[in-house]
């Protein structure tokens, strides 16, 4: 497996354009992703109550399978919105479909930004229309943005069945970011051959150690969706389950999602630094994935990080509250290489070395409980005086 440079297209028979049709000031804001055949598709969505438009219309979308083309809009999230916004929803895969001279029903529609505003289809309209399957798919991956400061892209290749297969994926997140079943938005497209059902519970079970284990601030979006579309033009034999095939297809997407988590995690709205926390030595994978979403989650933490404060006790304290049985007798905290908790006392360490660590961009945090063989991790960020900012003037 190797990864390359490339975009969301680079996948055999893939196409995606962006633009900026007016829905925010300057920035890019209206896109789409196509497909030349019908390919197998799969989805994870947000699990809160309140979903916006687009994730009703795409769940049910997705009920035969087959997806052929998505159109995003960035800059307002069609979300409570009520039958205005299911139609506008609609309408937008109707004229996406229209465009591609495919049929709605194999059009999803996803969108992000500010809530409770109803999307102006007029200028919608005339952004589909100036679409094209030729365009640049750096497009794509900057118009899905709202507060991202960057793109977020991974592409890997590997052989199977004697032929080089890609998967490649794009995603935007940067507030608003404590996934359940997914997070903000993100789309991965495979030229490999895979049926539907054993791709929804290939990206389901994937999205439990990348998607979910990543945290900014503790909200869930209304809009959360994660698209998967496998188009089969490698012509690979279709994958089975618990095959090598499928092991490498498996091995390539959680390369993928993880490195897209990473980036949203790394790209939370005013953060300076990348937190990484490792769990070992739970009693099981699921406890150790919890105890590493609870210290990364926690606000007390994540300050601590902004500050350059070697807090373990804050470490501590998140492990001693995460929702799990863990035991606290034999816990053992590393920031870095350096050991700052062990024997349920304090560890002495370096102090200038501790610093130079602070100082760098990816922080890595270690947590082990000495209990059994679990592990889990988790990625998140510091919370700084500009996350503050940003949030208070969102809105306006």
Not at 280 to 300: E, H
Request: aromatic share 4%; hydrophobic share 45%; proline share 3%.
């Amino acid at each position: 497996m190797q990864k390359i440079n490339g975009t969301i297209a680079t996948p055999r028979g893939f196409h995606a354009d962006g633009l900026h049709c007016g829905l925010k000031k300057k920035r890019k804001d209206l896109c789409w992703l196509y497909s030349d055949v019908p390919a197998q598709a799969a989805g994870v969505f947000t699990t809160n109550k309140v979903k916006a438009a687009p994730i009703h219309y795409t769940k049910a979308a997705l009920a035969d399978g087959l997806i052929q083309a998505v159109v995003v809009n960035s800059g307002n999230a069609n979300a409570c919105t009520g039958a205005v916004g299911l139609a506008d929803a609609k309408k937008m895969t109707e004229l996406t479909a229209e465009k591609l001279g495919i049929e709605p029903a194999l059009v999803a529609v996803a969108s992000t930004g500010v809530i409770g505003k109803l999307l102006p289809m007029a200028t919608v309209a005339a952004g589909i229309d100036r679409l094209t399957i030729e365009g640049d798919a750096t497009g794509f991956q900057q118009a899905i943005l709202t507060t991202d400061t960057c793109e977020k892209v991974s592409v890997y290749q590997d052989d199977l069945a004697g032929t080089t297969v890609t998967v490649a994926g794009c995603s935007k997140g940067s507030g608003m970011i404590h996934p359940n079943m997914a997070t903000m938005l993100g789309f991965v497209t495979t030229d490999v051959a895979i049926a539907s059902d054993t791709l929804q519970e290939l990206l389901a079970e994937l999205t439990e150690t990348t998607f979910n284990q990543i945290t900014v601030d503790g909200d869930t979006s209304t809009n959360d969706m994660v698209l998967v579309l496998a188009n089969g033009l490698a012509h690979n034999p279709p994958l089975m389950k618990a095959t090598p095939a499928y092991e490498k297809l498996k091995k390539m997407l959680a390369a993928v999602m993880t490195d897209l988590a990473k980036e949203i995690a790394k790209d939370g709205e005013g953060a300076t630094k990348l937190i990484e926390v490792t769990v070992t030595g739970a009693q099981d994978n699921l406890s150790a994935r919890m105890i590493a979403k609870t210290v990364v989650g926690s606000p007390l933490v994540k300050t601590a990080i902004f500050g350059k404060d070697p807090n373990w006790g804050r470490i501590l304290c998140a492990v001693g509250y995460s929702e799990t049985e863990a035991a606290m007798e034999g816990v053992t905290i590393a920031i870095g290489p350096h050991v700052v908790y062990a024997d349920e006392m304090p560890v002495l360490f370096d102090q200038e070395a501790m610093r130079e660590t602070l100082e760098a961009q990816e922080i890595g945090i270690t947590v082990n409980l000495q209990e059994g063989s679990g592990q889990g991790m988790a990625w998140g960020c510091d919370l700084s005086y500009d996350y503050v900012k940003i949030n208070a003037l969102y809105h306006t």
